[in-house]
């Protein structure tokens, strides 16, 4: 299937918003809303007015400012333009989508399910999710030609299907991650392989950010509910050992 070039607005440029212009790169013209200095060549600042001209929109923004950037832009789609979040939860986000895009834009759910630390050893195999909401056969065809050239795994699923298995994929393990680092983990000398799987999502989970990590929790409508079975188990645990 050839696809043409795209021009490809990014809102946002942190460590995920870098990532993904670096990812969409060969597929289009990177087109960069931010008040950060953007080090790669070839992308180009624009404001929010320059939207009429892009035919993808992706804001990577925090989940807790992804409403408010939706207000602000809905103005400035083009007809016809694909207005996509990246949000690590999908309720809420899709939600949002539903209720700021344009009648005449097209809307599609997606979580790439990497980041920046994930993604350092490339993306083969690397799974990401999507919830079509509001996009033609063809403009969806596109996007996952695009997301497959890049070596992705794709997964549809509802925004209710990805939450409820994101509250124990991503919740939950960033959940353990804060407490192992809180509670003082570190490498050592003489070790498992499981102590090894378990140094490594202390890793990858305190490279990101609190804000990421409240995001996940708050707004995943099915996160609490799993951290309290979590701690309800952890407890039941203790319990054992003591009656030992």
């Known amino acids: 299937?050839?696809?043409?070039?795209?021009?490809?607005?990014?809102?946002?440029?942190?460590?995920?918003?870098?990532?993904?212009?670096?990812?969409l790169k060969p597929y289009g013209d990177i087109f960069v809303v931010t008040k950060r200095?953007?080090?790669?060549?070839?992308?180009?600042?624009?404001?929010?007015?320059?939207?009429?001209?892009?035919?993808?929109?992706?804001?990577?923004?925090?989940?807790?400012?992804?409403?408010?950037?939706?207000k602000d832009i809905k103005p400035f789609l083009r007809r016809g333009s694909l207005l996509m979040d990246v949000c690590s939860v999908k309720v809420y986000p899709c939600r949002w989508l539903k209720k700021y895009a344009p009648k005449d834009v097209e809307i599609l759910?997606?979580?790439?399910?990497?980041?920046?630390?994930?993604?350092?050893n490339g993306l083969k195999g690397l799974q990401i999710v999507v919830s079509p909401l509001r996009i033609k056969e063809k403009r969806l065809k596109e996007v996952l030609v695009i997301f497959k050239k890049i070596g992705l795994d794709i997964i549809k699923a509802t925004p209710e299907e990805h939450d409820k298995q994101g509250s124990i994929n991503?919740?939950?393990?960033?959940?353990?991650?804060r407490g192992l680092a809180d509670s003082g983990f570190k490498d050592q000398k003489i070790k498992t392989a499981g102590f090894d799987k378990l140094m490594g999502i202390n890793e990858n989970v305190n490279n990101d950010?609190?804000?990421?990590?409240f995001d996940?929790?708050?707004?995943?409508?099915?996160?609490?509910?799993?951290?309290?079975?979590?701690?309800?188990?952890?407890?039941?645990?203790?319990?054992?050992?003591?009656?030992k």
Not at 4 to 20: D, H, S, V, W, Y
Not at 112 to 119: H, L, W
């Open 170 to 177: 991503l919740s939950l393990v960033h959940y353990i991650g």
């Open 216 to 243: 996940i929790q708050y707004f995943n409508p099915y996160s609490k509910k799993i951290r309290k079975n979590f701690l309800k188990s952890l407890q039941k645990i203790e319990k054992k050992i003591n009656n």
């Open 37 to 70: 200095n953007v080090k790669i060549k070839g992308c180009r600042l624009i404001a929010y007015t320059d939207l009429t001209e892009m035919d993808w929109v992706i804001p990577a923004v925090p989940i807790s400012s992804l409403e408010e950037v939706l």
């Open 109 to 120: 759910g997606c979580h790439p399910m990497f980041g920046p630390d994930s993604a350092k």
């Open 209 to 213: 950010t609190w804000q990421l990590f």
């Open 1 to 23: 299937m050839n696809i043409n070039k795209q021009k490809i607005a990014i809102i946002g440029f942190g460590r995920f918003g870098e990532l993904l212009a670096r990812i």
